[in-house]
């Protein structure tokens, strides 16, 4: 039986994720695309190629696996793990992704990443990530973060 088109789409997303080729991930994306997950919060269009581009950029010893793809005409989903060692910290981290995806024109418009920012949080950060990463404070301080770094490889 032959493969959705849009399924095929998000494994050629993680296939280039798994190679750091930012531009080829980018490419699966619509020009107006969202993106959205709990440590960048929602970002639109350039800023969400960007992020990729910064991500792979980087990345010193990322692994990317993924799997359980599927999708239809309108929507898609991914499971996907990543195992790497976070910078600011020096801590190996194993972040496990749920992944949810619109489609538009052959094109991602839509991508949503889902995963527990505690959990993550405990391990990027050590005790107090594992203390305090499910409070507000902490987790806008996560999200400041990402969008200090990514406004900083922008302006490069």
Known sequence: MARHSNELLIEKFYKNF???NAEEMVDCYHPDIHFSDPAFGDLQGKDAGDMWRMLCGNAKDL????????????DGSAHWEAHYTFSQTGRKVHNIIEARFVFQDGYIIRHADAFD???WSGMALGIKGSLLGWTPLVKNAIRGNALKALRKFQER
């Open 18 to 20: 798994q190679k750091l």
């Open 63 to 74: 692994r990317i696996l993924f799997d359980r793809v599927s999708a239809g005409d309108r």
């Open 117 to 119: 920012i505690w959990r």
